[in-house]
């Protein structure tokens, strides 16, 4: 069973993700088809942030991949048997 901080986290989460996916989805489907004049473009990035930020992320998603993937082959790698 979850204990109740686990689920305060896991809500905190699941918010955060939402708030997330609603503000991209607005950000990219939306507002394109809202005058550039109007008032909603203040609470948003410059569209080639919307392309920039999820290729950095993602790149650097890779980069913790590879790094940790390196970590454990590195830390499980047997020592080198001696022939004597």
Same mark, same amino acid.
Do not use: E, N, W
């Given at each position: 069973?979850? &204990?109740? &901080? %686990?689920? =305060?986290?896991?809500?905190? !989460? =699941?918010a955060f993700s939402l708030v997330l996916f609603v503000y991209y989805t607005l950000w990219i489907i939306? !507002?394109?088809?809202? %005058?550039? %004049?109007?008032?909603?473009?203040?609470?948003? @990035?410059?569209?080639e942030?919307? =392309? +920039? +930020?999820? =290729?950095?992320?993602?790149? !650097? @998603? @890779? !980069?913790?991949i590879g790094v940790f993937i390196t970590v454990v082959m590195w830390r499980s790698r047997k020592p080198a048997k001696k022939s004597d």
């Open positions: 069973q979850a &204990t109740a &901080t %686990d689920q =305060v986290v896991g809500f905190g !989460l =699941v939306a !507002l394109p088809f809202i %005058d550039s %004049d109007h008032a909603i473009h203040k609470y948003f @990035l410059p569209r942030y919307a =392309v +920039i +930020i999820p =290729v950095v992320a993602g790149l !650097l @998603l @890779l !980069l913790f």
